[in-house]
């Protein structure tokens, strides 16, 4: 079990529950051990990865590679390395080192009862050391930062939903009881000082720090390459890398265009989101509650949250998320659509807090090119309660159901 211990507070905001807090990729976590050999999680810096795979792995040994001495006696003699590890090892940060991943496939192509858990916060390197020597081998995961619900499952209340936009949802600033204030701050230096180096050369730091936080002034907005280009004084090209330098640091991802255009001309470009809403209000300069409620980009970064959450449902599950946004030409658009295997789901996600019907005027659109029954059409809102209407469904955003 991932825990995170909670002192007891009560302020005017919030409430912490003083318990622990396990998370959702335990039990997919349980499902694959013995299954396979390898196991590597991903994720952002300071998602709780370590503390999962220690507290779970208790009967090997753990090494980090962040470790300046342990990754030089790795990457110098890798076999006499893992030879200290006769039933396997928890290795964190092992894309520092890819050479042990050749190593390590020969060890546990000898013997399956071998365990390794790797461990890092840079996905392209470490997936691209992964396929190049471990293909089939191994199961991938990704741990993000808590969900909604597993905070609520230890009975740890938001008063509204600014607190949860500003706070965001690190389990640094709850089991360590640290301010929005100084956390991202330290939380963006660290990530530019040495996962930046890491992916790739950066030699301006403070322009790259600009160009984040131009970033976070684009939530929910289209992709705009040539825009942030401009705004941020660099080439088109550059912005390109630079906003793959940021989506392997887990820092932002895509939402990509709904494909089904029901004969209507659609966008393709797909939408700019931060993986916490935290580390959005910081480069955004949002220093507290109140300004995120009187904040131009409070709408998006509500938006932002929902569809956080609905991701991290499926990841943290082991399941590859399958989520969209629709929007055609006249920009009339669904903020969310999760597609299964037998159904297709459209959302409209609204932060006023008071119930509106004119909150589905994009979903009866959508029920008109569709066909869907208004049993399907879905807003969520930053209210409190559930109901089911004549139009369709208003769930709160405390409420929200997968």
Known sequence: MDIFAIGLQICPRIMYFCGMIQRDLEKTVNQLRG????????????????????????????????????????????????????????IDEAQRVPQLFSYIQGIVDENRTIQFVLTGSQNFLLLQSITQSLAGRVAILK????????????????????DVLLKGLYPGIYDRDIEPSFFYPSYVNTYLERDIRDIKNIGNLNSFSKFIQLCAGRVGQLLNMSSIAIDAGISTNTAKAWLSVLEAGYIIYYLQPYHNNFNKRIVKTPKLYFYDTGLACSLLGIENAQQVKTHYAKGALFENLIINEFLKHKVHHGLRPSQYFWQNKAKQEIDLIVVSADKTIPYEIKSGMTMNDSFFSNLKLWQKLSGDEPGNLHVIYGGNNNLKTAKGNFISWRNLEF
């Open 35 to 90: 299954k396979y050999s390898v196991i590597a999680i991903t994720g952002p810096r300071q998602s709780g990865k370590t503390t999962l795979v220690r507290h779970m792995f208790k009967n090997i040994p753990y090494a980090n590679l962040e470790n300046i001495d342990i990754r030089t006696q790795a990457m110098d003699d890798p076999r006499g390395f893992l030879s200290n590890f006769p039933k396997g090892a928890v």
């Open 143 to 162: 741990l993000l930062p808590f969900s909604l619900s597993e905070l609520s499952k230890e009975k740890i209340i938001f008063e509204n939903y600014e």
